[in-house]
């Protein structure tokens, strides 16, 4: 359109989640020029709730590259989870088994972190804008979109990283006939509540039992995240204060342990899958976090997930930029799919040990207690999950 604005910049970002400000923070930090359009206002983002378990590679990346420290501050440092079943819990000790922890900080407050580094850097990022289309991703790329003030741009870039979530609109300016994608849909959703109770635990616990999963999290020291395995089409509304305590207790409580309750101030179904689509970058265009790739939460490796992929992107534009050599950019999709799929095994296998599909009869229920117990009789087993769960050393 002749009378939109002409706007240039180095690479093209979709996406003001963490993924696309995380990598438009280390562009900036190296020299590289980035700017990033959002669907979303800030305020949206900042009040959407989502949980929050980062890896210690993750933390190590917020707080080294100085986006900031407030993670090791505000957040809660657990160096363990618990396994719950047949009333009994057993610790699976991180730190004992292979040297590391986690973080529980909320994918809010990692957000409001970048977001704030940002615009204290002077970022260009652009939230609220409409009608976003990319053209041209064989050749010079471009994206047209609206601002919030309704004027009309072509954001003319050498790339651009589509980091803007599972619904993304970038994945679909790949051709349908260059792409493929992997999907397994899960028999059960998550039911999760905020309530305003002290905690019940100190650290996570994945509670398997008879009448289905739950999950114990934290937040604050007044205000819990708790989870108890549903069917995908419940609705909320159906659920009492009451319902919802008498269905924890029957997953949860036993052996003198107690959950901690208190009023419920909010409730929602999380539904979940597992997808990957590949390959991750097509032409000039490159896709990081859910916009490539989705695991249910159980082992906690979204969030991680997407940061990993913007650190492997961004050491390839780097490398790119610096040198001329583009062998790192074109290797971008290949090192990102091996820890997508390392993360997608882990999550599949902790989601089908701890869940119970509403047919499974006696041997299913059975097999799973086996597995457990297996995993908590076995220094190897407990290991592979710590080393899993606290993110894999020695990986890109």
């Known amino acids: 359109m002749a009378n939109r604005k002409v706007l240039t910049t180095q690479v093209a970002?979709?996406?003001?989640?963490?993924?696309?400000?995380?990598?438009?923070?280390?562009?900036?930090?190296?020299?590289?020029?980035?700017?990033?359009?959002e669907l979303r206002s800030h305020q949206e983002i900042a009040e959407t709730v989502r949980a929050g378990i980062l890896e210690h590679g993750s933390v190590n990346l917020l707080v080294d590259?100085?986006?900031?420290?407030?993670?090791?501050?505000?957040?809660?440092?657990?160096?363990?989870i618990e396994l719950r079943f047949n009333g009994e819990s057993h610790r699976i000790d991180f730190q004992d088994l292979v040297g590391e922890s986690v973080w529980l900080y909320p994918q809010t407050d990692v957000f409001l972190d970048l977001a704030a580094r940002r615009q204290a850097d002077g970022g260009d990022v652009r939230y609220s804008v409409t009608d976003t289309s990319i053209l041209d991703i064989e050749g010079k790329p471009k994206v047209w979109f609206t601002d919030?003030?309704?004027?009309?741009?072509?954001?003319?870039?050498?790339?651009?990283?589509?980091?803007?979530?599972s619904r993304s609109q970038s994945r679909s300016a790949i051709p349908e006939a260059r792409r493929q994608r992997y999907l397994h849909e899960y028999p059960f959703a998550w039911f999760?509540?905020?309530?305003?109770?002290?905690?019940?635990?100190?650290?996570?616990?994945?509670?398997?039992?008879?009448?289905?999963?739950?999950l114990i999290s934290q937040r604050t020291e007044t205000?819990?995240?708790?989870?108890f395995q549903c069917d995908p089409n419940e609705d909320?509304?159906?659920?009492?204060?009451?319902?919802?305590?008498?269905?924890?207790?029957?997953?949860?409580?036993?052996?003198g342990f107690e959950l901690k309750e208190g009023p419920v101030i909010d409730k929602t179904v999380l539904k979940f899958r597992s997808s990957v689509l590949t390959p991750m970058r097509h032409g000039n265009l490159f896709l990081a976090g859910d916009a490539a790739h989705t695991v249910p939460p159980t082992g906690a490796k979204g969030l991680n997930l997407a940061l990993h992929d913007v650190k492997v992107l961004f050491e390839g534009l780097d490398s790119f930029y610096r040198t001329g050599n583009a062998r790192l950019l074109d290797a971008y999709s290949d090192l990102a799919l091996d820890r997508v799929w390392k993360a997608q095994q882990f999550s599949y296998w902790m989601t089908s040990m701890l869940h119970t599909p509403a047919e499974a009869g006696g041997f299913t229920r059975a097999r799973q207690l086996g597995e457990l117990n297996s995993v908590v009789s076995s220094r190897h087993?407990?290991?592979?999950?710590?080393?899993?769960?606290?993110?894999?050393?020695?990986?890109?």
């Open 192 to 214: 999760g509540i905020l309530t305003e109770a002290p905690r019940s635990s100190n650290e996570l616990i994945y509670a398997h039992s008879a009448n289905g999963f739950a």
């Open 236 to 255: 909320v509304g159906n659920w009492s204060d009451d319902r919802i305590w008498e269905t924890f207790r029957s997953r949860v409580n036993g052996n």
């Open 148 to 165: 919030a003030d309704g004027v009309d741009y072509e954001l003319q870039a050498d790339f651009v990283t589509g980091a803007d979530g």
């Open 65 to 80: 590259c100085g986006v900031s420290d407030r993670v090791l501050r505000d957040g809660d440092r657990h160096d363990g």
């Open 13 to 37: 970002i979709l996406g003001a989640g963490p993924a696309g400000l995380m990598l438009s923070h280390l562009l900036a930090k190296a020299g590289i020029e980035s700017t990033v359009l």
């Open 223 to 227: 205000v819990q995240r708790m989870y």
């Open 381 to 396: 087993g407990r290991a592979y999950l710590a080393e899993a769960y606290t993110g894999w050393p020695g990986s890109r």
